[in-house]
């Protein structure tokens, strides 16, 4: 009989490997660890090149922006884009139809895009509700779990392009736009049906991670170039020296910054070109200037957000810069400990090294093919917007398809030197033009109207009406003719618009016979000086009538003829 045959050999050679896998380890540690293996738990380290936790954090900013975004669809909406709103979009989508001439087809659909050609118009407020509390409800839970699938996600695109598309002016800012574009990346950041946050069978597709940073690039370049080739102010460094003070909708601390002596604001502009115009080139020069790319750019947007009420632009712009962040960068957001999220990402690390990872299965292999397919078409798309950078006639803010799939943006090209603002006045006077008519101010809930009053800290709510009023100062009424509708609706005192509104002097009373607008030029007050010590923020001077006193009355035919409702008397 052999020996030293099969059955002796073997327990011999599994000796021998056990041997070998402790060559060459520390004294005192564990069988089977060699010096090539972190331990796991609360002196792990992750390394670089995975993406686990960034999908995680990053879907998490994402769904915050869109839970802000639905919050404001459901407090406006109705008295914006309802069945009595400013500008009904039960009136936009029925001239949408009969631009095309017949029923609801595919010319009208792509046109528009929304949910809403399905719905019943005879309840439009109810409609808008639904969709914003669907948009809430699903961009809630993706906040508070970090889980998210492809069909929720592909949810919350659809409810908010379904609202941008019939939301006229009032959705016509550049970041509505940038949160579809950001919205439409982040369903092919997930897997298709599971809600594991460490969905092991789907890691983060490089493709998708470098479609965030195309658009993060695109974002800040744009922005950058836009003001080199805009306002003259941005080439010689002054535009600081005026933009804190003429923004939309300033905050406190825009009152004190205004007030930095001229060799700040001069760095200041210096830095914003630096910021949009060099620190996105980062993006492609390795891991540690992209992770730099991201930390400069989102440290960029927590000052915006400090120095002003800008929406939840800057809030949003952070969004795709946490793709520039890896495992190992963001590991310290998590907690330590074994069976955690970080322990977890560290195992499927171990395992990837070692290559015990399983085959790809048919299902990756189709998600690999999708996500080569996403490319190309954002590659395809890109080629208008990337003429449009290299263009001299720039434009920006601006969607090339119905989808807004890939879009230009830019953000104050030219600045304004001078802040001018509509403020809206009310009388019971019988007679409008008698020089003892007392007139009364209605406030807003931000922009500025009483110079007395404290300015607002709001971000990343939004006023949709007082950043449009701000619009509204530049231009004619003739140019704004909803604000004469909103006047109308204040001669009734229309509960649905005063909710738009922080003060109606007629609460209780009946409701002004006259309503006028005037035009009045805004100046902070100086710190230390007369009016601030009288408690005014604001130094403000007439500079004449914006829209002459109307009555009721007189705006019967005007509503009329644009098919808007007429407000009701109480």
Same mark, same amino acid.
């Given at each position: 009989?052999?020996?030293?045959?099969?059955?002796?050999?073997?327990?011999?050679?599994?000796?021998?490997?056990?041997?070998?896998?402790?060559?060459?380890?520390?004294?005192?540690?564990?069988?089977?660890? *060699?010096?090539?293996?972190?331990?796991? $738990?609360?002196?792990?380290? #992750?390394?670089? $090149?995975?993406?686990?936790?960034?999908?995680?954090?990053?879907?998490?900013?994402?769904?915050?922006?869109?839970?802000?975004?639905?919050?404001?669809?459901?407090?406006?909406?109705?008295?914006?884009? +309802?069945?009595?709103?400013?500008?009904?979009?039960?009136?936009?989508?029925?001239?949408?139809?009969?631009?095309?001439?017949?029923?609801?087809?595919?010319?009208?659909? /792509?046109?528009?895009?929304?949910?809403?050609?399905?719905?019943?118009? @005879?309840?439009?407020?109810?409609?808008?509700?639904?969709?914003?509390?669907?948009?809430?409800?699903?961009? /809630?839970?993706?906040?508070?779990?970090?889980?998210?699938?492809?069909? #929720?996600?592909?949810? #919350?695109?659809?409810?908010?392009? @379904?609202?941008?598309?019939?939301?006229?002016?009032?959705?016509?800012?550049?970041?509505?736009?940038?949160?579809?574009?950001?919205?439409?990346? +982040?369903?092919?950041?997930?897997?298709?049906?599971?809600?594991?946050?460490?969905?092991?069978?789907?890691?983060?597709?490089?493709?998708?991670?470098?479609?965030?940073?195309?658009?993060?690039?695109?974002?800040?370049?744009?922005?950058? #170039?836009?003001?080199?080739?805009?306002?003259?102010?941005?080439?010689?460094?002054?535009?600081?020296?005026?933009?804190?003070?003429?923004?939309?909708?300033?905050?406190?601390?825009?009152?004190?910054?205004?007030?930095?002596?001229?060799?700040?604001?001069?760095?200041?502009?210096? @830095?914003?070109?630096?910021?949009?115009?060099?620190?996105?080139?980062?993006?492609?020069?390795?891991?540690?200037?992209?992770?730099?790319? +991201?930390?400069?750019?989102?440290?960029?947007?927590?000052?915006?957000?400090?120095? $002003?009420?800008?929406?939840?632009?800057?809030?949003?712009?952070?969004?795709? /810069?946490?793709?520039?962040?890896?495992?190992?960068?963001?590991?310290?957001?998590?907690?330590? *400990?074994?069976?955690?999220?970080?322990? !977890?990402?560290?195992?499927?690390?171990?395992?990837?090294?070692?290559?015990?990872?399983?085959?790809? !299965?048919?299902?990756?292999?189709?998600?690999?093919?999708?996500?080569?397919?996403?490319?190309?078409?954002?590659?395809?798309?890109?080629?208008?917007?990337?003429?449009?950078?290299?263009?001299?006639?720039?434009?920006?803010?601006?969607?090339?398809?119905?989808?807004?799939?890939?879009?230009?943006?830019?953000?104050? +090209?030219?600045?304004?030197?001078?802040?001018?603002?509509?403020?809206?006045?009310?009388?019971? @006077?019988?007679?409008?033009?008698?020089?003892?008519?007392?007139?009364?101010?209605?406030?807003? =809930?931000? =922009?500025?109207?009483?110079?007395?009053?404290?300015?607002?800290?709001?971000?990343?709510?939004?006023?949709?009406?007082?950043?449009?009023?701000?619009?509204?100062?530049?231009?004619?009424?003739?140019?704004?003719?909803?604000?004469?509708?909103?006047? $109308?609706?204040?001669?009734?005192?229309?509960?649905?618009?005063?909710?738009?509104?922080?003060?109606?002097?007629?609460?209780?009373?009946?409701?002004?016979?006259?309503?006028?607008?005037?035009?009045?030029?805004?100046?902070?007050?100086?710190?230390?000086? !007369?009016?601030?010590?009288?408690?005014?923020?604001?130094? !403000?001077?007439?500079?004449?009538?914006?829209?002459?006193?109307?009555?009721?009355?007189?705006?019967?035919?005007?509503?009329?003829?644009?098919?808007?409702?007429?407000?009701?008397?109480?």
């Amino acid at each position: 009989m052999r020996t030293g045959g099969p059955a002796m050999a073997a327990p011999e050679e599994s000796l021998r490997r056990r041997k070998a896998g402790n060559a060459g380890a520390e004294p005192g540690s564990p069988p089977g660890r *060699g010096p090539g293996r972190e331990p796991t $738990g609360c002196n792990a380290h #992750l390394r670089a $090149g995975t993406f686990w936790l960034t999908r995680i954090v990053l879907l998490r900013a994402l769904a915050f922006v869109y839970f802000v975004a639905f919050l404001v669809a459901f407090h406006q909406n109705k008295q914006l884009i +309802g069945d009595r709103g400013l500008l009904p979009c039960r009136t936009y989508l029925k001239s949408v139809q009969q631009y095309f001439r017949g029923p609801v087809g595919w010319d009208a659909v /792509s046109y528009a895009p929304t949910l809403l050609w399905l719905l019943d118009w @005879s309840h439009m407020d109810s409609n808008l509700d639904t969709l914003a509390l669907l948009g809430l409800g699903v961009s /809630s839970f993706v906040l508070l779990t970090g889980c998210a699938n492809m069909a #929720l996600m592909a949810t #919350l695109w659809v409810l908010y392009m @379904s609202l941008v598309n019939v939301g006229q002016i009032w959705y016509s800012f550049g970041w509505e736009s940038q949160l579809l574009e950001t919205g439409f990346l +982040g369903i092919f950041l997930c897997p298709l049906w599971s809600l594991s946050r460490l969905p092991t069978g789907t890691p983060p597709s490089q493709i998708v991670l470098w479609g965030f940073r195309w658009l993060i690039f695109r974002i800040m370049l744009g922005a950058g #170039l836009i003001k080199i080739r805009g306002d003259q102010c941005w080439r010689d460094l002054t535009c600081m020296d005026f933009h804190y003070e003429t923004q939309p909708v300033p905050n406190p601390m825009a009152y004190f910054l205004h007030q930095s002596p001229w060799w700040v604001h001069r760095f200041e502009t210096l @830095s914003n070109h630096f910021l949009e115009l060099v620190v996105p080139f980062f993006l492609f020069l390795g891991r540690r200037m992209c992770t730099l790319h +991201g930390v400069l750019q989102i440290l960029f947007q927590a000052v915006l957000i400090i120095s $002003g009420n800008l929406s939840f632009l800057n809030w949003l712009t952070m969004v795709p /810069s946490v793709a520039c962040f890896d495992d190992a960068t963001l590991g310290f957001l998590f907690p330590s *400990g074994p069976g955690g999220l970080k322990d !977890r990402v560290l195992k499927l690390q171990e395992e990837a090294a070692r290559g015990l990872r399983p085959p790809p !299965r048919y299902g990756c292999m189709v998600r690999q093919a999708v996500h080569v397919a996403l490319g190309i078409l954002v590659a395809w798309l890109s080629v208008p917007v990337v003429v449009n950078l290299l263009s001299p006639t720039q434009v920006m803010n601006t969607s090339f398809n119905p989808l807004r799939i890939v879009n230009t943006y830019g953000a104050f +090209g030219s600045i304004t030197k001078e802040r001018t603002e509509v403020i809206l006045q009310g009388t019971a @006077s019988l007679n409008a033009s008698m020089p003892d008519a007392v007139w009364e101010d209605y406030e807003f =809930k931000c =922009k500025p109207g009483d110079p007395g009053r404290r300015l607002c800290l709001i971000s990343p709510y939004h006023y949709r009406l007082d950043w449009l009023m701000w619009f509204a100062a530049f231009q004619t009424y003739e140019h704004h003719e909803w604000i004469l509708y909103l006047a $109308g609706k204040l001669l009734a005192n229309d509960a649905t618009a005063l909710s738009l509104l922080a003060l109606n002097p007629f609460e209780n009373r009946a409701p002004p016979r006259w309503v006028r607008g005037e035009h009045y030029r805004y100046k902070f007050s100086r710190p230390g000086g !007369r009016h601030a010590a009288a408690g005014k923020w604001w130094v !403000r001077r007439r500079l004449g009538p914006y829209f002459p006193p109307v009555s009721l009355p007189d705006l019967k035919d005007y509503f009329q003829s644009r098919e808007w409702p007429y407000p009701e008397l109480p």
